[in-house]
T-cell receptor, first 110, second 113 residues
Framework: QKEVEQDPGPLSVPEGAIVSLNCTYS??????FMWYRQYSRKGPELLMY????GNKEDGRFTAQVDKSSKYISLFIRDSQPSDSATYLC??????????FGGGTRVLVKP | EPEVTQTPSHQVTQMGQEVILRCVPI?????FYWYRQILGQKVEFLVS????????KSEIFDDQFSVERPDGSNFTLKIRSTKLEDSAMYFC???????????FGPGTRLLVL
């Protein structure tokens, strides 16, 4: 079983729609959860970082963690064409390496 | 806003040659990482570095790879004898002592011919 799984997409939405992204993980030792955005041939850019189960909001972005079901979500409200990118979820056990999902490609059409 | 920088942005080399990829982490960060991403695949962990020594490495990080912090600002990844399968984007990342968030550089695209 892969440690972190994401649907590769592409997920295509019209401008202004809500983008809903999901990730599952298998290792209960994972304690911290991140969402990164990656534009084509660029480095991952940190969007959201959460520790506990529940919601965390930052502007148009909301991250949700459900540790009981090992499920992580990212919602993007009022999506813009500039949100078109690959979104990577990542998890970490205390102190060390990030384990990434494969990424979901998102296309926001004007 | 401080950021991680990497040089070169692109590197083309012949199989068997040595390459050195350079990174300047964010200045007050203490933990340093290298990751790689083969085209179309996941970002994979290579190595972590703290207090002038390797703290963890993956199975990818074999004897052909080494890391060094030669001075107070640079962090380098050396591949001694490159193979075709080393072609990938290589990302440097760093984090502060007090948080888990890692910040990534823009990457070096390595092409081994």
């Amino acid at each position: 079983q892969k440690e972190v799984e994401q649907d590769p997409g592409p997920l295509s939405v019209p401008e202004g729609a809500i983008v809903s992204l999901n990730c599952t993980y298998s290792n209960s030792a994972f304690q911290y959860f991140m969402w990164y955005r990656q534009y084509s041939r660029k480095g991952p850019e940190l969007l959201m970082y959460t520790y506990s189960s529940g919601n965390k909001e930052d502007g148009r972005f909301t991250a949700q963690v459900d540790k009981s079901s090992k499920y992580i979500s990212l919602f993007i409200r009022d999506s813009q064409p500039s949100d078109s990118a690959t979104y990577l979820c990542a998890t970490i056990a205390a102190g060390n390496k990030l384990t990434f999902g494969g990424g979901t490609r998102v296309l926001v059409k004007p | 806003e401080p950021e991680v920088t990497q040089t070169p942005s692109h590197q083309v080399t012949q199989m068997g040659q040595e390459v050195i990829l350079r990174c300047v982490p964010i200045s007050n960060h203490l933990y340093f990482y290298w990751y790689r991403q083969i085209l179309g695949q996941k970002v994979e962990f290579l190595v972590s570095f703290y207090n002038n020594e390797i703290s963890e490495k993956s199975e990818i990080f074999d004897d052909q790879f080494s890391v060094e912090r030669p001075d107070g600002s640079n962090f380098t990844l050396k591949i001694r004898s490159t193979k075709l399968e080393d072609s990938a984007m290589y990302f440097c990342a760093s984090r502060r002592d007090s948080q888990e968030t890692q910040y990534f550089g823009p990457g070096t695209r390595l092409l081994v011919l």
